[in-house]
């Protein structure tokens, strides 16, 4: 089966910048998940969706992240306008389901470094 | 509030020579823990999970991990380590509430081995 695929692999911006990453899942995962990692740390979650829904966003900073999933496959994650401590590895996940044993698939992660 | 520490930042061992990784956990209720593991510019991969039952788990690459409730720890070991298993280890515990999957992240322990 396919993994979760994201892109771009790495992006440079500078502060103030805007930027976008997007994620697609395995086909027929309901659940898909943005986490945070930054240097020295464990992952953070930003956002959980389940189908096209919002479950869990209590950790994003809504005044320069957004999400959406629409139709309930693939996924966006924006920042803008972008700073510093946003540099991080942003990893995306999906799961069959919510209600399931936490069987996440990771992708690859996108590495963004903001100057 | 519910939270994973990883004593350990860094060790090192020797190809060959046995391995234990440390991991503590808060959680109000029975906790569902798991062990991923992150080579450079990856994504996560699980090693193994604890949901009830056995406390001790067997994982993949020879890896398994032991559920002390007494001690809320959640230790990974491994009899013999290869040079492959140079990577970061993250302990995370499920989240289990009407949220559904979210996991809580250790800090990671980065593992070197000395050939």
């Known amino acids: 089966e396919a993994g979760v695929a994201q892109s771009p692999r790495y992006k440079i911006i500078e502060k103030r910048q805007s930027v976008a990453f997007w994620c697609n899942p395995i086909?027929?995962?309901?659940?898909l998940y943005w986490y945070q990692q930054i240097l020295g740390q464990g992952p953070k979650l930003l956002i959980q969706?389940?189908?096209?829904?919002?479950?869990?966003d209590s950790q994003l900073p809504k005044d320069r992240f957004s999400a959406e999933r629409l139709k309930g496959v693939d996924s966006t994650l924006k920042i803008q306008p972008a700073k510093l401590e946003d540099s991080a590895v942003y990893l995306c996940?999906?799961?069959?389901?919510?209600?399931?044993?936490?069987?996440?698939?990771f992708g690859s992660g996108t590495r963004l470094t903001v100057v | 509030a519910q939270s994973v520490t990883q004593p350990d930042i860094h060790i090192t061992v020797s190809e060959g020579a046995s391995l234990e990784l440390r991991c503590n956990y808060s959680?109000?209720?029975?906790?569902?823990l798991f062990w991923y593991v992150q080579s450079p510019g990856q994504g996560l991969q699980l090693l193994l999970k604890?949901?009830?039952?056995?406390?001790l788990v067997q994982g993949i690459k020879g890896f398994e991990a032991e559920f002390k409730r007494s001690q809320s720890s959640f230790n990974l070991r491994k009899p013999s380590v290869h040079w492959s298993d140079a990577a970061e280890y993250f302990c995370?515990?499920?989240?289990?509430?009407?949220?559904?999957?979210?996991?809580?992240f250790g800090q990671g322990t980065e593992l070197s081995v000395k050939p």
């Open positions: 086909s027929g995962h309901a659940t």
């Open positions: 996940a999906s799961s069959l389901d919510r209600g399931t044993n936490y069987g996440y698939t």
């Open positions: 969706f389940q189908n096209n829904g919002v479950v869990d």
């Open positions: 604890y949901f009830s039952g056995d406390t």
């Open positions: 995370a515990v499920g989240a289990l509430n009407n949220q559904g999957g979210k996991l809580i």
């Open positions: 959680y109000g209720a029975t906790p569902y």
